[in-house]
């Protein structure tokens, strides 16, 4: 009677739900803690079959043949391990449980004692540690992106100021000529008094002309300047620009029709000198596109 008083206040005390079955699955024993755990008293759970009280459809199969399979041979399935599974409380509510069943015989009869421990709280600190892991995984990747855009725009930004130093040098020195040539082209057509000789001449200007053109675009695209907004008339802008690409057309069959209403302002914030720098270009690129010289260009 001490020893089973004893036996009683161990497994009453025991942080474990404490719970024995006979060789036929009945339950025989059940501690305080399984009644906490599994919401059933012990005067209601004795002699029902542990299978059918607590264990989910999907693993009492497998519970009954592992008992059977140690009745018969003395090793099974469910046996000396510790498993993971689910548990049924009383109100039909599932919940994961760490499982372990040892075999204990006593006399000629063999009693099976399994421990269980509800793992709700560390199911659920696992998985919002798995999820801090892949968020924490997807930031890192997030960013290791950004800082590889990053890197790469640093290192365009860096040709790019190569570029431009080359291209100050490059004007710098291309200019210096032109200059001459433009110089020499003036003084030239002062003395002149040949009309043949004139058309030549004027071709030399236009081409010293285009190659300052180049030049300017060239020194534009490798500033990375910053657009400098002020309030600008397209209609006048426009104007200007079919002005400048008509007279580049002189000597061909290329005409220039507007479609915009004449003396109406068309007022917008933008960069003067970059607008006009794309109209140009636009006009500059349809008038190269006619390879006969012959055509019409409608803005």
């Known amino acids: 009677r001490e020893r089973e008083e004893q036996y009683r206040q161990v497994v009453n005390t025991a942080l474990d739900a404490v719970i024995s079955i006979d060789d036929q699955g009945l339950i025989i024993d059940w501690n305080q803690n399984a009644e906490k755990i599994f919401g059933w008293r012990i005067n209601e759970i004795l002699?029902?079959?542990?299978?059918?009280?607590?264990?989910?459809?999907?693993?009492?199969?497998?519970?009954?043949?592992?008992?059977?399979?140690?009745?018969?041979?003395?090793?099974?399935?469910?046996?000396?391990?510790?498993?993971?599974?689910?548990?049924?409380?009383?109100?039909?509510?599932?919940?994961?449980?760490?499982?372990?069943?040892?075999?204990?015989?006593?006399?000629?009869?063999?009693?099976?004692?399994?421990?269980?421990?509800?793992?709700?709280?560390?199911?659920?600190?696992?998985?919002?540690?798995?999820?801090?892991?892949?968020?924490?995984?997807?930031?890192?990747?997030?960013?290791?992106?950004?800082?590889?855009?990053?890197?790469?725009?640093l290192e365009q930004s860096a040709r790019l100021a190569s570029i431009g130093t080359l291209a100050a040098t490059v004007a710098h020195e291309l200019?210096?000529?032109?200059?001459?040539?433009?110089?020499?082209?003036?003084?030239?057509?002062?003395?002149?008094?040949?009309?043949?000789?004139?058309?030549?001449?004027?071709?030399?200007?236009?081409?010293?002309?285009?190659?300052?053109?180049?030049?300017n675009n060239l020194l534009n695209y490798s500033r990375l300047k910053q657009p400098q907004y002020q309030e600008v008339d397209l209609t006048e802008i426009l104007n200007d620009c079919i002005q400048f690409i008509e007279h580049k057309a002189e000597n061909t069959k290329i005409v220039i029709h507007k479609e915009y209403p004449a003396g109406q302002a068309c007022v917008i914030p933008a960069d003067p000198y970059q607008i006009k720098e794309i109209f140009n270009n636009i006009l500059m690129n349809a008038h190269q596109a006619f390879e006969s010289k012959v055509g019409e260009i409608t803005v």
Do not use: C, W
Request: hydrophobic share 35%; charged share 25%; proline share 4%.
């Open 47 to 153: 002699g029902k079959k542990l299978a059918e009280t607590i264990i989910p459809p999907q693993y009492r199969q497998r519970h009954i043949e592992g008992l059977q399979k140690y009745v018969l041979t003395g090793r099974g399935p469910v046996v000396n391990k510790r498993i993971e599974l689910s548990a049924i409380h009383r109100t039909g509510k599932e919940f994961p449980i760490e499982l372990s069943i040892v075999p204990i015989k006593i006399q000629d009869k063999l009693i099976f004692t399994a421990f269980l421990r509800d793992i709700t709280q560390q199911k659920q600190a696992q998985e919002i540690l798995t999820g801090d892991n892949k968020t924490l995984s997807n930031l890192v990747t997030e960013r290791s992106s950004e800082l590889v855009q990053t890197q790469i725009k």
């Open 175 to 215: 200019r210096n000529p032109l200059g001459v040539i433009q110089m020499a082209s003036y003084n030239l057509k002062r003395k002149n008094q040949n009309l043949e000789t004139d058309k030549h001449l004027l071709n030399i200007e236009k081409k010293i002309l285009e190659s300052n053109q180049i030049i």
